[in-house]
């Protein structure tokens, strides 16, 4: 157990639907990372929070948006969903402060199936 | 921008026998360097990682030394088991930001 949870496991919707996927990080981490796993595309990283602060920015379409709460838990908004949003989000959380070499940890992730 | 490279899979080996899955990596500066598994169904493990030029990290028989001369790290394991079959990926990172992944390596450890 990583001690990063998230909700929900699987989530099966509909094309065009909107989803929230939530994300809470281990005890003490601020930092937190959505990535997304795709049969094509392997591990994509899309967003990065720093308490509560985007820190940085990969591969994340518009259509998606993420937050950090002031509780640090942090949430993954995918809109406007296309069959080829399909695919494993995994979200991460690391140490108090971003240095070199701190482990990143990763939630069991939740596979979202787009119909 | 860094960047990883791992050898395709997937690697088929019988029990018993030596693992290696390369790796080699390209960044500026000083990066640090991890191993994660994903067993089948589940999500992403840390399985090693090194930190600095000549590291070797190690857990559960796998090793992996930092190499800076050669950008590489690969993993290794002495002698495999069917419970090591798993999807294996190489990552980096600097400055406590993001992972970079490799596009990952699947393992068969056949009995």
């Known amino acids: 157990d990583s001690g990063v949870t998230q909700t929900p496991k699987h989530l099966i919707t509909a094309t065009g639907q909107r989803v929230t996927l939530r994300c809470s990080p281990r005890?003490?981490?601020?930092?937190v990372y959505w990535y997304q796993q795709s049969l094509d595309q392997g591990l994509q990283f899309l967003i990065q929070y720093y308490n509560g602060e985007e820190r940085a920015k990969g591969n994340i379409l518009e259509r998606f948006s993420a937050q950090q709460f002031p509780d640090l838990h942090s949430e993954l908004n995918l809109s406007s969903l296309e069959l080829g949003d399909s695919a494993l989000y995994f979200c991460?959380?690391?140490?108090?402060?971003?240095?070199?070499?701190?482990?990143?940890?990763f939630g069991e992730g939740s596979w979202l199936t787009v119909v | 921008g860094n960047s990883v490279t791992q050898m395709e899979g997937p690697v088929t080996l019988s029990e018993e026998a030596f693992l290696t899955i390369n790796c080699t990596y390209t960044?500026?500066?000083?990066?640090?360097l991890f191993w994660y598994v994903q067993y089948p169904g589940e999500g992403l493990q840390l399985l090693l990682k090194?930190?600095?030029?000549?590291d070797k990290g190690s857990n559960k028989g796998f090793e992996a030394t930092y190499r800076k001369e050669t950008t590489s790290f690969h993993l290794e394991k002495g002698s495999v088991q069917v419970s090591d079959s798993a999807v294996y990926f190489c990552a980096l990172t600097e400055y406590g930001n993001k992972l970079v992944f490799g596009a990952g390596t699947i393992l068969r450890v056949k009995s």
């Open positions: 090194a930190t600095k030029a000549d």
């Open positions: 991460a959380s690391s140490g108090r402060l971003p240095a070199s070499g701190n482990t990143i940890y």
């Open positions: 960044a500026t500066g000083y990066p640090s």
């Open positions: 005890s003490g981490d601020l930092s």
